[in-house]
Every structure is written in structure tokens, then in C-alpha cells.
């Protein structure tokens, strides 16, 4: 083998290294960017959901907002017809049942009120700890 064969032979090692450098260096940056177009599109689609949350949740609180509006306007126009019909009717006849009842019999008894038991231990205190309390 001569010598500018031999040349030739390390230049074409140098030029197929770099070729090959070349390619990892594209194949790599080509995995980057999908996986960046990857995390793109899951990022908007994270900003999606977030903007119609947002849109819910404001119109979740307009709907009660209307709701609570529309039980004062009950509430007025109850007040302004005088009273609360049979529903009144009912809570004072119970009001006054129980009344009456307490007139014959007397008030119901109170409940009594359990209180949990103390638990007795089985281990014996040093006397130390004994004349150390007192």
C-alpha cells in the first residue's frame, strides 16, 4: 500500500466518522423537536380543558346566583301574600300539640348523656414518680 492510499484510507475513516456524528447529531434533534411538538400539544390541550373549567365554573356560579335570586323572590312574595299556607298551618298545630302535651304530662324527660369509662392500667408507678407528683 502507498503512501497516498494511505491517506486516502484515513480521510475516508475521518469523513465516514463524521457522516456518522452527522446523523446521531439529526436523528437526535429530530426525537427533540417531536418530542417538543409532543409536549406542545399536550400543553394546549391542558389549556383547553383549564378555559372550558373556567367557563363551568362561572357558569355554575351564575346559575346559583340565579337560584338564590329567585328563592327571595319567592321568599318576598310569600312574606307579601301572608304567610306560609298549609305549610305555616302544619308547624303551628305541632307547636301547639306539644304544647299541650307538655300542659298534661309534664316536659319530656332529658336525655342522659354516656360518658366513656376510664381505662384502669395495670402498670405500677415507682415511688419516685409517686412522691415526685405529690
Known sequence: M????????GITGVQSAYARQKA??????KRQ???????LGK????????R?????RREMYEAKA????ERAAVARAKAKSGGGGLGRFISETGKSYRKMQDAMYGPPPKKRRVVARKRTTTKKRTTAK?????
Open 24 to 29: 446521531a447529531a439529526e436523528a437526535r434533534a
Open 52 to 56: 372550558e373549567k373556567l367557563v363551568l
Open 2 to 9: 502507498g503512501f497516498t492510499q494511505a491517506i486516502k484510507k
Open 43 to 50: 400543553e394546549r390541550v391542558k389549556a383547553n380543558l383549564e
Open 66 to 69: 340565579a337560584v338564590e335570586r
Open 130 to 134: 409517686r412522691t415526685a407528683r405529690r
Open 33 to 39: 423537536m417531536e418530542a417538543a411538538r409532543t409536549r
